[in-house]
């Protein structure tokens, strides 16, 4: 869509670091990780964010998790544990308006966030 990255990145003309791909989703090393494991699960349909999923999307959605799953057992961080969220809109910071998953974990999590 247009000038999005992560539609670039999953036709694959940005480079990333894939850590995991299917038809419908794909996962990504965060390029600016936040933890020692970070990274991104998104669909590869361009969705603004999680308020633009439509009725139907539960299997992307679930689809979504069990990519992130998947990729937490490979990095050894499923028993240990992750945080999984989503930004929506400017208070939360979203600024890659094509819905996503970050999966954050090899460390402790604060909460509340800040
Ligand atoms: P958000 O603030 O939820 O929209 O998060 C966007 C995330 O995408 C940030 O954590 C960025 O570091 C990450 N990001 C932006 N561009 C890239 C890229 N080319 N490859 C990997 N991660 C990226
Ligand atoms: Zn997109």
Redesign the pocket.
Known sequence: MGDC?FCK?VEGG?P?EILYSDDRVIA?????P?APVHF?VVPRRHVESAFHLREGDGELLARMFDAAQKVCAELGVERSGVRIL??VGPDA????MHF?L?VLGGRTMGWPPG
């Open positions: 990255v990145i940005i990333s990504f090393r965060d390029i600016e936040q991104l989503t930004n910071g979203q600024v890659v996503h970050h």
